[in-house]
Nanobody, 126 residues
Framework: QVQLEESGGGLVQAGGSLRLSCAVS????????MAWVRQAPGKGREFVAG????????YYADSVKGRFTIARVNTANTVYLQMDSLKSEDTAVYYC???????????????????WGQGTQVTVSS
């Protein structure tokens, strides 16, 4: 079993930055591809960014490419999402997710992830 706990959300003005953290426990961290997935009010879950177990392969949604950076520190069992140049459309609950079946692929569908945190709210004011 894998437990995930997000932190770092909050209220920020458009153009600002936030860094989300996700602490992982319960399994060898490097065995899991990790991702950030968000859900805006009234919308479905949207893949934001993912990183494989080694950290070498990263994938971003087009909507955040060039503004967000995903990184992981396996020795600290933590994955981060650095969000810069935030826009009002980035407002959502951000979830950390773990792929329990692969450390190599970076899946881009939320349904491919097996373990989820409770989510952290990010609100960007315009």
């Amino acid at each position: 079993q894998v437990q995930l706990e997000e932190s770092g959300g909050g209220l920020v003005q458009a153009g600002g930055s936030l860094r989300l953290s996700c602490a992982v426990s319960g399994r060898t961290f490097s065995s899991n591809t990790m991702a950030w997935v968000r859900q805006a009010p009234g919308k479905g879950r949207e893949f934001v960014a993912g990183v494989n177990g080694s950290g070498r392969n990263r994938y971003y949604a087009d909507s955040v490419k060039g503004r967000f950076t995903i990184a992981r520190v396996n020795t600290a069992n933590t994955v981060y999402l650095q969000m810069d140049s935030l826009k009002s459309e980035d407002t959502a609950v951000y979830y950390c997710a773990a792929d329990g079946r692969s450390s190599v692929r970076v899946a881009v569908e939320g349904s491919d992830y097996d373990y989820w945190g409770q989510g952290t709210q990010v609100t960007v004011s315009s």
